[in-house]
């Protein structure tokens, strides 16, 4: 049982899935299998495009951001050229090494000769705001704009200027009005001694016009912004105002990542919490880092149409495969329901209604053989009802050809009378005993009766035996209790052990046999022990085994005893026979204690 179990588990495929409906199953595996392909393929698409839109977008900026970085480039070089010349001019060579020694005249003098001299190159370039030049110790000699900066900014140019390998230095300076200015830092050389230096001029540019002549107009995207870093990560320019001039922004994020490990690439980084696609070029001319910044929404701008698209691909899908899931379950579920139906009517025993035609698919199948095993059980039906009949046709039949009972009846009462009356007491006894015997025989037709009534039927029997066998037996009853009388037994049970052992068990030197019939209570059993003193016979004797077989005065084989307890009470029940030579013969009849109370068929 066990066996067939586990094995009707393995094949159902999965027992968890079995919990849940057939309907259900199907909408899951639809929407497996039609939705999930639908969504990865989706979001495999998605992936490839936004990397596709990146290195895209990425190297177009990589190559705006290093035009932009020639462009600058030129610019600068036209203020380091300004610059180179405001150095050699003779007056400035010749007044710097004097100024401390000047009167207010001759300085007054000098800078009315420098204005004269390089007023005219430096208003060619419309974004300059101020040209200064300091002698060494700090003092202005000439001062052309109209923008006042802190002293404390010069001379931290000146000393950054003398720190720096080259004889230019770029920086950002704020005037004392908040404006932005770059600013270009150089020391002056005496030209006939290099190493001697003379003083410094300073070149400051209005930042706002740098910006719209340089990078400005650039548009990197939505939401996109550009500025430029000096060597330590301060902003030197920019155009958006979230990007404050002269702080750093974004140092450790954006600046170090670009100057360092991504030198020259694309990159993505957290900026304001943002994920913001980062390009850099680098600016030699001036040591500065031209940055860009371009959000990562934007990149994915154009996939929310897309992304929109695979939504209502998705819900489509979902319908349809609803739809198909619940067409193909209620072809599913309306056989199986009929089929279920027609299961109900066979087992109340409505034999005759069928399903009707079937499809050619499992459930059509299955409603053949069920078909065709509810005709195999109507044959079966029809052929126990035929052999019922026929059994009961052959019984009446069998009591027409028999003498009418009270026919029968009255003569052995006439034959008793007789007897009794010619004083013959054991044939009286005899034919008493026989009518008893054929009275419940043939009137009391109940199968189960109290073991009181058939120790009573034994006792006819042993009457009518003693006719024929005189005194060669002695029969003898013993119950461990007396309600085990009340019991009910199966008719006729004991009759043919005892009839064994009066025909068999008689020994050869013509001893009398005992015969012993015993009942005992074991919990809710009874055993009827029935144990002669006879000769015995081998149990491996099959001539000795057969003899049980043969007719008896009722027609009863020990054979067909046990048969019947059987069929009465179970497999568990029945009886056992154990004999050996000269050691008599003992049978156990075991049954279930029933009494009349608990059985409602007696």
């Known amino acids: 049982m066990a066996y067939g ?13 079995r919990r849940i409906s057939i309907k259900y199953r199907l909408l899951a595996a639809f929407l497996i299998t039609s939705l999930l392909p639908v969504v990865f393929v989706a979001l495999y698409s998605n992936m490839k495009y936004e990397a596709s839109i990146t290195n895209k977008i990425s190297a177009s900026s990589q190559q705006i951001l290093a035009e932009l970085t020639q462009n600058m480039t030129r610019e600068l070089e036209q203020y380091e050229t300004l ?3 405001i150095i050699i001019n003779k007056s400035i060579q010749g007044g710097l090494p004097k100024f401390g020694k000047m009167t207010d005249y001759e300085k007054n003098g000098l800078r009315t000769r420098l204005n004269e001299e390089l007023a005219q190159q430096i208003f060619r370039l419309s974004n300059l705001t101020n040209v200064v030049i300091l002698t060494n110790d700090g003092q202005t000699i000439f001062d052309l704009g109209f923008e006042w900066y802190p002293e404390l900014q010069f001379d931290r140019l000146t000393d950054a200027v003398n720190g720096s390998p080259g004889n230019a230095y770029w920086s950002y300076m704020r005037s004392n009005r908040g404006a932005n200015r770059i600013v270009l830092s150089r020391a002056v050389f005496s030209e006939d001694n290099l ?12 930042e706002k016009v740098f910006t719209r002549n340089t990078y400005g107009q650039v548009d990197l995207g939505t939401g996109s912004s550009i500025y430029i870093a000096n060597a330590e990560g301060r902003v030197v320019s920019s155009v958006s105002p979230d990007i404050p001039h002269g702080a750093e922004f974004e140092k450790t994020e954006v600046f170090d990542r670009a100057t360092g490990e991504h030198r020259n690439e694309a990159f993505y980084a957290n900026v304001g919490g943002r994920k913001t696609l980062t390009v850099s070029s680098y600016l030699r001319t001036a040591d500065w880092y031209l940055i860009g910044l371009v959000p990562h929404s934007f990149l994915v701008s154009e996939l929310k149409d897309m992304r929109g698209n695979i939504v209502l691909l998705c819900f489509v899908t979902l319908l349809l495969s609803g739809v ?3 067409w193909i379950y209620f072809s599913i579920h309306s056989p199986m329901r009929s089929l279920l139906q027609y299961a109900n009517q066979i087992r109340m025993g409505q034999l005759e209604t069928k399903i009707g035609r079937s499809h050619p698919d499992e459930m ?3 409603t053949e053989t069920i078909d065709r095993m509810v005709e195999q059980l109507k044959r079966l039906i029809f052929q126990v009802v035929s052999e019922q009949q026929a059994k009961r046709d052959a019984e009446l039949k069998m009591l027409q ?12 009462n006439s034959l008793k009378w007789s007897a009794m009356m010619s004083g013959n007491e054991s044939v009286k006894m005899g034919i008493e005993s026989l009518s008893e ?14 073991l009181e009534a058939e120790i009573a039927n034994l006792l006819h029997y042993a009457t009518i035996q003693r006719i024929r066998y005189g005194d060669s037996f002695k029969l003898s009853f013993a119950m461990s209790d007396g309600e085990l009388y009340a019991c009910l037994v199966p008719k006729f049970i004991l009759q043919p052990i005892v009839e064994n052992s009066i025909l068999h068990a008689g020994t050869e030197d013509g001893r009398r046999v005992g015969i012993r019939v015993e009942g005992i209570k074991e919990g809710t059993t009874l055993k009827l022990v029935i144990a002669d003193d006879g000769k015995g016979f081998d149990m491996n004797d099959a001539s000795a085994r057969k003899s049980s077989s043969h007719a008896k005065l009722s027609g009863i084989g020990i054979g067909n005893v046990d048969e019947r307890i059987r069929i009465h009470f179970g497999p568990t029940y029945g009886l056992k026979t154990r004999s050996a030579p000269n050691e008599g013969t003992e049978t156990v009849i075991t049954l279930p204690i029933v009494t009349k109370e608990e059985r409602s068929d007696v």
Do not use: C
């Open 5 to 17: 179990s586990s094995a009707a588990d393995a094949g159902d495929g999965s027992p968890l899935l």
């Open 83 to 85: 610059s180179e010349t």
């Open 195 to 206: 190493n001697e230096r003379l003083g410094y001029v300073m070149i400051l540019i209005d």
């Open 324 to 326: 198909l899931a619940m």
């Open 364 to 366: 059509g199948k299955l």
């Open 401 to 412: 050809a028999q003498i009418n009972p009270h026919f029968l009846f009255n003569t052995l």
């Open 437 to 450: 015997l054929l009275r419940n025989t043939i009137l009391v037709k109940e199968e189960l009766i109290p």
